[in-house]
T-cell receptor, first 115, second 114 residues
Framework: AQSVTQLGSHVSVSEGALVLLRCNYSSSVPPYLFWYVQYPNQGLQLLLKYTTGATLVKGINGFEAEFKKSETSFHLTKPSAHMSDAAEYFCAVTQESGGYNKLIFGAGTRLAVHP | KAGVTQTPRYLIKTRGQQVTLSCSPISGHRSVSWYQQTPGQGLQFLFEYFSETQRNKGNFPGRFSGRQFSNSRSEMNVSTLELGDSALYLC?????????????FGPGTRLLVL
């Protein structure tokens, strides 16, 4: 069965500092991996996704993530945090076979950015 | 293109009642998935519909049901509401041809059961 673990339910950084949100997955077959962001009282917005090919994936708002198969990780980074990045971030996994459009989400990481 | 829309945005019901939530996907998308979001359980998959057929189902009791119409709009119904059904219900749409596609989420319906 697939699963996603996000280390750290709350992360706090200073404006301009590096953002690192951790995601580890478990999957018996090659995974498809996603990062979504949720602002208060809103739905989820896709930041980036990995399906196949280049393991370093660039997304919107300056975020990127690297798929590391050997570490079963898909950590999200941003070189310089902005106040507007404060939100909750979810890592999700699905797979090629079976379970059409069934995303398995991690518990989420709430990012706080302080001046 | 208009995004995914969900109605109503907020609902208050009492235990034992039933509720119907609606989701209109992005034009051209044939797949609609539903998720429940709660502080305790996080985001959990309810079910997915594609071309009016339920194609996948999560681990929820039979009180949770759904359907999809020929125009791809979808509804989910919860009967005999319980306090624990209070949650944000999100729907997401995609083309539905492959798992690697992006699912686009609506703003959600926040249900409060008293």
């Amino acid at each position: 069965a697939q699963s996603v673990t996000q280390l750290g339910s709350h992360v706090s950084v200073s404006e301009g500092a590096l953002v690192l949100l951790r995601c580890n997955y478990s999957s018996s077959v090659p995974p498809y991996l996603f990062w979504y962001v949720q602002y208060p009282n809103q739905g989820l917005q896709l930041l980036l996704k990995y399906t196949t090919g280049a393991t370093l994936v660039k997304g919107i708002n300056g975020f990127e993530a690297e798929f590391k198969k050997s570490e079963t990780s898909f950590h999200l980074t941003k070189p310089s945090a902005h106040m507007s990045d404060a939100a909750e971030y979810f890592c999700a996994v699905t797979q090629e076979s079976g379970g059409y459009n069934k995303l398995i989400f991690g518990a989420g990481t709430r990012l706080a950015v302080h001046p | 293109k208009a995004g995914v829309t969900q109605t109503p945005r907020y609902l208050i019901k009492t235990r034992g009642q039933q509720v119907t939530l609606s989701c209109s996907p992005i034009s051209g998308h044939r797949s609609v998935s539903w998720y429940q979001q709660t502080p305790g359980q996080g985001l959990q998959f309810l079910f997915e519909y594609f071309s009016e057929t339920q194609r996948n189902k999560g681990n929820f009791p039979g009180r949770f049901s759904g359907r999809q119409f020929s125009n791809s709009r979808s509804e989910m119904n919860v009967s005999t509401l319980e306090l624990g059904d209070s949650a944000l219900y999100l729907c997401a749409s995609s083309l539905g041809d492959h798992n690697k596609e992006t699912q686009y989420f609506g703003p959600g319906t926040r249900l409060l059961v008293l």
